[in-house]
């Protein structure tokens, strides 16, 4: 029944160490975005994709490389984790259409990433 | 660029007590101004959307409103239940991703 799920919600890992966030949707939508949570709780936005393709890519490492296998899906995959990209990483998904951005994102229960 | 700024940055009410929270916006042709709570350890769930100054949104205890440079969370005699992070965000003509305010935590004390 979850609108927008991810896996895993708790990741602990090492310094150096590559990891993959998983995101589902099952509310049909086409527009998929992943956002990073800091200490202070600022969300802000790193990626959206449309139907697949990648249309916002905000400033950040390319260590992080987003994946979508298909428009209900979106992966983000980290290279060679840091101490500073603990956070929590939060899915979201709209109905967003090219011509109107201003649907509403629903979000994913967060996951929380910790580097040791 | 594209800022927003939310006041005050926490919020204790005792239960019962009205009060606003302010989200202050510096947005270029504003699209779309977007209320969010967020509860501890889960993500925003979605609670307004304004297009346009002089519009306003009701839902149980709480109304929000927008004028040309900030909106207003009004929230009338509001519950324990109401207890969270009161997040604003806004989206503007040129740009698709939406700006976020780093929230108001709000806490109702029985």
């Known amino acids: 029944d979850t609108a927008v799920s991810q896996t895993p919600k708790y990741l602990v890992t090492q310094m150096g160490n590559d990891k993959s966030i998983k995101c589902e949707q099952n509310l049909g939508h086409d527009t998929m975005y992943w956002y990073k949570q800091d200490s202070k709780k600022f969300l802000k936005i790193m990626f959206s994709?449309?139907?697949?393709?990648?249309?916002i890519n905000e400033t950040v490492p390319n260590r992080f490389s987003p994946k979508s296998p298909d428009k209900a899906h979106l992966n983000l995959h980290i290279n060679s984790l840091e101490l500073g990209d603990s956070a929590v990483y939060f899915c979201?998904?709209?109905?967003?259409?090219?011509?109107?951005?201003?649907?509403?994102?629903?979000f994913g229960p967060g996951t929380r990433l910790l580097v040791l | 660029e594209d800022q927003v700024t939310q006041s005050p940055e926490a919020l204790r009410l005792q239960e019962g007590e009205s009060s606003s929270l302010n989200c202050s916006y510096t947005?270029?042709?504003?699209?779309?101004l977007f209320w969010y709570r967020q509860d501890p350890g889960k993500g925003p769930e979605f609670l307004f959307t304004l297009y346009s100054a002089g519009e306003e949104k009701e839902k149980e205890r709480l109304k929000a409103t927008l004028t040309k440079k900030e909106s207003f969370l009004h929230i009338t005699a509001p519950k324990p239940e109401d207890s969270a992070t009161y997040l604003c965000a806004a989206i503007n003509f040129g740009n698709e991703k939406l700006t976020f305010g780093t929230g108001t935590r709000l806490t109702i004390i029985p």
């Open positions: 979201a998904s709209s109905p967003k259409t090219v011509d109107d951005p201003t649907e509403t994102q629903y």
């Open positions: 994709y449309n139907n697949k393709e990648l249309i």
């Open positions: 947005v270029s042709g504003l699209r779309g």
